[in-house]
């Protein structure tokens, strides 16, 4: 029996790899492995193993998790769509280093995932946040701002008709 791969490793990429990145090495694999493409006997399970990997790689939260279950062995982890569970690999970054720059010390953790952060990439961000939650949270439907601004609109209207006829008001007032 082969070690269980990381989900990394599955989708062929580096642990500190951009959302972009996954995406298209998920796009190249799944053309290479795909059962109506490859005469692969196995090319079901793998296409499996990549939509699986993928599946918790693209999503911020899940990806923090796994990465923190990377790092701390005991807690183990277990990818509740699929069922299966994975080995933690050996560590890929220690609390010590920054998750975009390996050979820099982190001065601070992302406040959303928790990996460390560079003195480059602390400045960045305010709140400090890794590049992997600030991209999350750019892309996250900007609802939370519909409703005050659509507040400030109708009390913008109903002050500029108030105030539009107030003055046709005085300019007509007969004695």
């Not at 692969?40 to 193993?49: A, L, P, T």
């Not at 892309?139 to 539009?164: E, Q, S, T, V």
Request: aromatic letters at 10%; one cysteine or more.
């Amino acid at each position: 029996m082969q070690p269980a791969r990381s989900l990394y490793e599955i989708l062929q990429v580096d642990p500190r790899a951009e959302p972009e990145v996954l995406e298209a090495a998920f796009r190249r694999l799944a053309r290479k492995y795909h059962p109506d493409v490859s005469p692969s006997v196995d090319s079901v399970e793998r296409m499996k193993d990549l939509n699986a990997a993928y599946q918790v790689l693209r999503d911020p939260g899940r990806r923090a998790d796994y990465d923190r279950a990377l790092l701390d062995p005991e807690d183990g982890w277990r990818g509740e769509a699929s069922g299966w569970a994975t080995e933690p690999e050996p560590m890929v970054q220690t609390w010590l280093t920054c998750r975009q720059h390996s050979a820099e010390p982190a001065v601070a953790t992302c406040r959303t995932c928790g990996v460390g952060m560079c003195e480059h990439c602390f400045a960045r961000f305010q709140p400090a946040s890794c590049l992997t939650c600030a991209t999350a949270w750019e892309r996250a439907p900007r609802r939370r701002f519909l409703l005050p601004a659509l507040w400030f609109f109708i009390l913008l209207g109903a002050m500029a008709y108030l105030l539009a006829n107030s003055s046709w008001l005085v300019a007509h007032v007969v004695p």
